[in-house]
């Protein structure tokens, strides 16, 4: 059996990562291809965590920069109809530094969703797990 965790820096996409079940923070480092944690906190669920620490299914593994007030949340993002990616990144983020992250350019003809509510770029992200949808704009509606 495997454990299955979503790990990266923050802010910057999460990858999903299957692990043996005795695996530690640092095997999933290591498997991520991180190979420094240097001036990062690493935290797992939220709290923080050392490498020897053992890894729990279904976690989140954030490298987050030591600053103080850093608080790390996941949003997903995509443009519908596709696929959403997973960001994390520090609460107070814009919803257009976060579209930018996950490499949406430009959003001419598409309507901006956070969490069901239209929203313009500059709308503060503060809830974990929310989800920023690009809905095409559609004539008569």
Known sequence: MSKIVKIGKMPGTLQDLALNDNATVADALSQAGI???TGFEIRMNGSVVTPETAVANNAI???????????????KVGKMP??????????????????????????AGFEVRL?????S?????????????????????
């Open 35 to 37: 190979s420094s944690t």
């Open 121 to 141: 770029g500059s709308s503060l992200v503060t809830e974990d797990n929310a989800i920023i949808l690009l809905v095409a704009k559609i004539k008569g509606n």
């Open 82 to 107: 596709g696929t959403l990616q997973t960001l994390a990144v520090e609460a107070g983020t814009t919803v257009a530094e976060i579209l930018t992250m996950a490499g949406f350019t430009s959003i």
């Open 115 to 119: 969490s069901g509510a239209v929203v």
């Open 61 to 75: 593994i954030l490298l987050v920069a030591k600053i103080k007030g850093n608080c790390a949340i996941t949003v």
